[in-house]
Protein backbone atom coordinates (compact mmCIF):
# COMPACT_ATOMS: atom_id res chain seq x y z
CA UNK A 1 0.00 0.00 0.00
CA UNK A 2 1.43 3.14 -0.90
CA UNK A 3 2.00 6.04 1.77
CA UNK A 4 3.15 9.60 1.20
CA UNK A 5 6.57 10.03 2.04
CA UNK A 6 8.08 12.56 5.14
CA UNK A 7 10.12 14.14 2.70
CA UNK A 8 8.89 17.72 1.12
CA UNK A 9 10.09 18.60 -2.70
CA UNK A 10 13.43 20.04 -2.44
CA UNK A 11 16.48 19.58 -0.27
CA UNK A 12 15.51 17.19 1.72
CA UNK A 13 17.83 15.47 4.56
CA UNK A 14 18.25 11.89 4.87
CA UNK A 15 20.93 11.61 7.94
CA UNK A 16 23.91 12.34 9.94
CA UNK A 17 26.93 10.03 8.87
CA UNK A 18 29.62 9.81 11.68
CA UNK A 19 32.93 8.13 11.31
CA UNK A 20 30.73 4.94 12.66
CA UNK A 21 27.41 4.86 14.00
CA UNK A 22 27.53 1.53 14.46
CA UNK A 23 28.01 2.05 18.40
CA UNK A 24 27.42 -1.24 20.18
CA UNK A 25 25.45 -1.94 22.84
CA UNK A 26 26.10 -0.17 26.18
CA UNK A 27 28.60 2.41 23.82
CA UNK A 28 26.28 5.40 24.03
CA UNK A 29 28.89 7.90 25.21
CA UNK A 30 31.69 6.41 23.07
CA UNK A 31 29.31 6.89 20.23
CA UNK A 32 31.13 9.73 17.51
CA UNK A 33 29.74 12.98 16.49
CA UNK A 34 27.57 13.06 13.26
CA UNK A 35 29.56 14.80 11.35
CA UNK A 36 28.12 14.58 7.94
CA UNK A 37 24.65 15.33 6.73
CA UNK A 38 23.33 13.47 3.39
CA UNK A 39 20.91 15.34 1.74
CA UNK A 40 18.94 14.86 -1.49
CA UNK A 41 17.65 17.10 -4.49
CA UNK A 42 14.62 15.41 -6.02
CA UNK A 43 14.57 17.79 -8.72
CA UNK A 44 18.09 18.21 -9.71
CA UNK A 45 18.39 14.04 -8.99
CA UNK A 46 21.46 14.62 -6.77
CA UNK A 47 23.21 13.26 -3.72
CA UNK A 48 25.28 15.56 -1.50
CA UNK A 49 26.99 15.58 1.64
CA UNK A 50 27.30 18.76 3.68
CA UNK A 51 28.91 19.69 6.61
CA UNK A 52 26.65 19.15 9.61
CA UNK A 53 28.24 22.15 11.53
CA UNK A 54 27.97 24.89 8.88
CA UNK A 55 25.77 23.62 5.90
CA UNK A 56 28.67 23.88 3.57
CA UNK A 57 28.21 21.00 0.70
CA UNK A 58 31.64 18.94 0.59
CA UNK A 59 31.04 16.48 -2.31
CA UNK A 60 28.01 15.76 -4.76
CA UNK A 61 26.87 12.34 -6.40
CA UNK A 62 25.05 13.70 -9.61
CA UNK A 63 22.46 11.62 -11.50
CA UNK A 64 21.53 9.78 -8.34
CA UNK A 65 17.25 9.64 -7.36
CA UNK A 66 17.43 8.68 -4.10
CA UNK A 67 14.79 6.15 -2.98
CA UNK A 68 13.45 8.37 -0.11
CA UNK A 69 10.84 5.98 0.88
CA UNK A 70 13.26 2.80 1.51
CA UNK A 71 15.65 6.03 2.70
CA UNK A 72 19.35 5.40 4.24
CA UNK A 73 20.99 2.84 5.55
CA UNK A 74 24.12 3.89 8.16
CA UNK A 75 27.05 0.83 7.59
CA UNK A 76 29.60 2.25 9.77
CA UNK A 77 33.00 3.81 9.44
CA UNK A 78 31.89 6.67 6.91
CA UNK A 79 29.77 4.13 4.59
CA UNK A 80 26.39 4.29 3.97
CA UNK A 81 24.06 2.33 1.25
CA UNK A 82 20.90 4.10 -0.69
CA UNK A 83 18.37 2.67 -3.44
CA UNK A 84 19.19 4.59 -6.43
CA UNK A 85 15.93 4.66 -8.30
CA UNK A 86 16.77 6.06 -11.69
CA UNK A 87 18.63 2.16 -11.64
CA UNK A 88 17.31 1.02 -9.81
CA UNK A 89 20.51 -0.15 -8.28
CA UNK A 90 22.03 -0.41 -4.95
CA UNK A 91 24.71 2.22 -4.47
CA UNK A 92 27.07 1.81 -1.35
CA UNK A 93 29.05 5.05 -0.37
CA UNK A 94 32.12 5.98 1.27
CA UNK A 95 32.31 9.44 2.71
CA UNK A 96 35.91 10.38 2.75
CA UNK A 97 37.34 12.45 6.06
CA UNK A 98 36.54 15.41 3.86
CA UNK A 99 33.18 14.60 3.19
CA UNK A 100 33.93 13.66 -0.25
CA UNK A 101 31.30 10.86 -1.12
CA UNK A 102 32.80 7.99 -3.15
CA UNK A 103 30.59 5.27 -4.53
CA UNK A 104 32.55 1.76 -3.59
CA UNK A 105 29.59 -0.37 -5.71
CA UNK A 106 26.67 -0.12 -7.63
CA UNK A 107 24.52 -3.12 -7.82
CA UNK A 108 21.52 -3.18 -10.29
CA UNK A 109 18.18 -4.43 -8.92
CA UNK A 110 16.64 -6.81 -11.18
CA UNK A 111 12.88 -6.58 -11.54
CA UNK A 112 11.40 -10.47 -10.85
CA UNK A 113 8.11 -9.61 -9.58
CA UNK A 114 6.58 -7.20 -11.53
CA UNK A 115 7.27 -3.90 -12.96
CA UNK A 116 9.24 -2.10 -10.52
CA UNK A 117 7.35 0.67 -8.82
CA UNK A 118 10.29 1.23 -6.04
CA UNK A 119 11.64 0.20 -3.18
CA UNK A 120 9.87 -0.25 0.24
CA UNK A 121 12.54 -0.61 2.89
CA UNK A 122 15.77 -1.64 2.87
CA UNK A 123 18.36 -3.40 5.82
CA UNK A 124 21.63 -4.74 6.44
CA UNK A 125 22.80 -7.37 9.01
CA UNK A 126 24.33 -6.99 12.19
CA UNK A 127 28.10 -7.38 11.32
CA UNK A 128 26.83 -4.59 8.03
CA UNK A 129 28.44 -7.18 5.20
CA UNK A 130 24.95 -8.11 3.66
CA UNK A 131 22.09 -5.55 2.56
CA UNK A 132 18.38 -6.55 1.22
CA UNK A 133 16.50 -4.03 -0.82
CA UNK A 134 12.63 -5.21 -1.01
CA UNK A 135 10.30 -4.22 -3.36
CA UNK A 136 6.67 -2.51 -2.92
CA UNK A 137 4.91 -3.41 -5.86
CA UNK A 138 1.52 -1.72 -4.89
CA UNK A 139 -1.31 -3.76 -4.39
CA UNK A 140 0.63 -7.07 -5.39
CA UNK A 141 1.17 -10.17 -3.22
CA UNK A 142 4.24 -11.07 -5.51
CA UNK A 143 7.31 -9.19 -4.20
CA UNK A 144 11.11 -9.52 -4.52
CA UNK A 145 14.25 -9.19 -2.63
CA UNK A 146 17.71 -8.61 -3.35
CA UNK A 147 20.32 -9.89 -0.76
CA UNK A 148 24.18 -8.30 -1.32
CA UNK A 149 27.07 -9.66 -0.39
CA UNK A 150 28.96 -6.24 -0.44
CA UNK A 151 31.90 -8.14 0.11
CA UNK A 152 32.05 -10.89 -2.27
CA UNK A 153 30.28 -8.45 -4.98
CA UNK A 154 27.36 -10.81 -4.93
CA UNK A 155 23.61 -10.59 -5.72
CA UNK A 156 20.64 -12.35 -5.83
CA UNK A 157 17.28 -12.19 -6.41
CA UNK A 158 14.31 -13.91 -4.40
CA UNK A 159 10.32 -14.13 -5.41
CA UNK A 160 8.91 -13.49 -1.81
CA UNK A 161 4.61 -14.34 -1.61
CA UNK A 162 2.53 -12.25 1.14
CA UNK A 163 -1.16 -12.29 1.95
CA UNK A 164 -4.00 -9.47 1.68
CA UNK A 165 -5.37 -8.76 5.16
CA UNK A 166 -8.05 -6.83 5.86
CA UNK A 167 -6.26 -2.69 6.41
CA UNK A 168 -6.56 -1.38 9.53
CA UNK A 169 -6.46 1.93 8.15
CA UNK A 170 -9.66 1.38 5.83
CA UNK A 171 -11.28 -2.36 6.79
CA UNK A 172 -11.20 -2.58 3.89
CA UNK A 173 -9.14 -6.19 2.13
CA UNK A 174 -5.62 -5.37 0.70
CA UNK A 175 -1.92 -5.31 0.67
CA UNK A 176 0.53 -3.86 3.41
CA UNK A 177 4.33 -2.80 2.74
CA UNK A 178 7.08 -5.51 3.06
CA UNK A 179 9.29 -4.56 5.45
CA UNK A 180 12.57 -6.39 5.53
CA UNK A 181 15.47 -7.69 8.11
CA UNK A 182 18.49 -9.19 8.08
CA UNK A 183 18.97 -10.73 11.15
CA UNK A 184 19.69 -14.03 13.30
CA UNK A 185 22.30 -16.72 13.79
CA UNK A 186 22.26 -18.54 11.25
CA UNK A 187 21.66 -15.42 9.37
CA UNK A 188 17.58 -15.09 7.92
CA UNK A 189 16.09 -12.35 5.97
CA UNK A 190 12.81 -12.06 7.76
CA UNK A 191 9.62 -10.24 5.52
CA UNK A 192 6.29 -8.64 7.39
CA UNK A 193 4.21 -10.79 4.76
CA UNK A 194 0.38 -9.67 5.85
CA UNK A 195 -0.26 -10.37 9.24
CA UNK A 196 2.65 -11.98 10.19
CA UNK A 197 6.71 -12.41 9.61
CA UNK A 198 8.22 -15.10 7.44
CA UNK A 199 11.75 -15.74 7.92
CA UNK A 200 14.08 -17.14 5.10
CA UNK A 201 17.49 -19.13 5.15
CA UNK A 202 20.28 -15.90 3.25
CA UNK A 203 22.52 -18.98 2.78
CA UNK A 204 20.29 -20.58 0.19
CA UNK A 205 19.04 -17.05 -1.65
CA UNK A 206 22.85 -16.39 -1.90
CA UNK A 207 23.36 -20.16 -3.32
CA UNK A 208 20.96 -19.41 -6.13
CA UNK A 209 16.75 -20.34 -4.28
CA UNK A 210 14.87 -17.93 -6.27
CA UNK A 211 11.84 -18.63 -4.89
CA UNK A 212 12.66 -19.84 -0.94
CA UNK A 213 10.02 -21.11 1.23
CA UNK A 214 9.89 -19.76 4.88
CA UNK A 215 11.91 -21.39 7.24
CA UNK A 216 9.74 -20.02 10.42
CA UNK A 217 6.74 -17.86 10.91
CA UNK A 218 4.76 -16.54 13.45
CA UNK A 219 2.06 -13.84 13.08
CA UNK A 220 1.96 -9.84 13.24
CA UNK A 221 0.14 -7.14 14.17
CA UNK A 222 -2.01 -5.21 11.73
CA UNK A 223 -0.24 -2.43 10.19
CA UNK A 224 3.16 -2.54 10.31
CA UNK A 225 5.26 0.76 8.99
CA UNK A 226 8.68 0.72 10.78
CA UNK A 227 11.01 -1.65 11.03
CA UNK A 228 13.46 -1.97 13.63
CA UNK A 229 16.21 -4.47 14.83
CA UNK A 230 18.47 -4.22 18.07
CA UNK A 231 22.06 -3.71 17.43
CA UNK A 232 22.51 -7.74 17.85
CA UNK A 233 20.28 -8.77 15.38
CA UNK A 234 18.59 -10.76 17.86
CA UNK A 235 15.04 -8.66 18.32
CA UNK A 236 13.56 -7.05 15.72
CA UNK A 237 10.10 -5.21 15.84
CA UNK A 238 7.67 -2.77 14.00
CA UNK A 239 5.65 0.23 14.44
CA UNK A 240 1.69 -1.06 13.96
CA UNK A 241 -1.40 0.84 13.44
CA UNK A 242 -1.85 0.69 17.29
CA UNK A 243 1.30 0.18 19.14
CA UNK A 244 4.94 -1.35 18.73
CA UNK A 245 5.80 -5.18 18.34
CA UNK A 246 9.00 -6.91 19.22
CA UNK A 247 10.09 -10.17 19.79
CA UNK A 248 13.23 -12.49 19.59
CA UNK A 249 14.70 -14.41 17.44
CA UNK A 250 15.86 -17.89 17.85
CA UNK A 251 17.79 -20.63 16.28
CA UNK A 252 14.48 -22.38 15.10
CA UNK A 253 12.38 -19.56 14.51
CA UNK A 254 11.16 -16.73 16.68
CA UNK A 255 10.29 -16.31 20.37
CA UNK A 256 7.56 -14.96 21.97
CA UNK A 257 6.38 -11.15 21.23
CA UNK A 258 5.82 -8.01 23.55
CA UNK A 259 2.99 -5.37 22.26
CA UNK A 260 2.97 -2.29 23.88
CA UNK A 261 0.08 0.18 22.98
CA UNK A 262 1.04 4.06 21.87
CA UNK A 263 0.98 6.10 24.59
CA UNK A 264 -1.01 8.57 22.88
CA UNK A 265 -3.09 8.15 19.53
CA UNK A 266 -1.19 8.32 16.35
CA UNK A 267 -2.54 7.64 12.27
CA UNK A 268 1.09 6.61 10.78
CA UNK A 269 4.12 5.90 12.13
CA UNK A 270 7.46 7.02 10.34
CA UNK A 271 10.93 5.74 9.92
CA UNK A 272 12.16 4.46 13.70
CA UNK A 273 15.93 4.53 14.42
CA UNK A 274 18.07 2.38 17.14
CA UNK A 275 19.67 4.82 19.39
CA UNK A 276 23.20 4.14 19.95
CA UNK A 277 22.70 1.96 22.99
CA UNK A 278 21.73 -0.54 20.36
CA UNK A 279 18.26 -1.38 22.80
CA UNK A 280 16.13 1.54 22.15
CA UNK A 281 13.89 2.48 19.09
CA UNK A 282 13.15 6.28 18.48
CA UNK A 283 10.48 7.21 15.95
CA UNK A 284 7.71 10.13 14.65
CA UNK A 285 4.34 9.94 14.60
CA UNK A 286 1.73 12.20 12.95
CA UNK A 287 -1.37 12.56 15.19
CA UNK A 288 -5.12 11.61 15.04
CA UNK A 289 -6.29 15.25 13.00
CA UNK A 290 -6.01 18.37 12.09
CA UNK A 291 -3.89 20.51 14.85
CA UNK A 292 -3.23 17.23 16.59
CA UNK A 293 0.71 17.62 17.23
CA UNK A 294 2.98 15.29 16.10
CA UNK A 295 4.86 12.91 18.18
CA UNK A 296 8.54 10.94 19.00
CA UNK A 297 8.04 7.97 20.08
CA UNK A 298 10.76 5.84 22.18
CA UNK A 299 10.37 2.09 22.79
CA UNK A 300 12.65 -0.18 24.65
CA UNK A 301 13.29 -3.66 22.22
CA UNK A 302 13.77 -5.84 24.95
CA UNK A 303 10.82 -4.57 27.57
CA UNK A 304 7.78 -3.15 27.74
CA UNK A 305 8.84 0.34 28.14
CA UNK A 306 7.47 3.03 25.72
CA UNK A 307 7.35 7.14 25.72
CA UNK A 308 5.94 9.85 23.61
CA UNK A 309 6.91 13.42 23.61
CA UNK A 310 4.57 16.05 21.43
CA UNK A 311 6.67 18.11 19.09
CA UNK A 312 4.37 20.31 17.92
CA UNK A 313 0.73 20.57 15.34
CA UNK A 314 1.72 20.34 11.72
CA UNK A 315 0.11 18.69 8.84
CA UNK A 316 1.35 15.50 7.48
CA UNK A 317 3.22 14.89 4.02
Known sequence: MRIPSLLAVGLASLGLVAGSLAAPVHAAEAAP???WLLVADP???A???ADAAT???TGTLPDAVLGTHAGVIQMGHGRVAFVDEAGPRLDVVDITSSGVPRIASATPIPAVAGAWARAGWIADDPGHRFV???SDIDGSTTQQVTVVDTRKQLARTATIRTSEVTLATTGERGTEEMETFLVGSPLRLVVSAGGRFDAYDVGAILRGDTAPTPVATTP???YPHGPVADARGTVIGSTLHDGIETMPLTRGGFGAPVTRAYPEPAVQSYRPRLAPDG???VGTQTGTGPGAPTLLTSSSM????VASVALGSGAST
Open 302 to 305: HGAG
Open 47 to 49: VSV
Open 43 to 45: SAH
Open 33 to 35: RAR
Open 132 to 134: AVG
Open 220 to 222: LGA
Open 279 to 281: ETA
Open 55 to 57: GRI
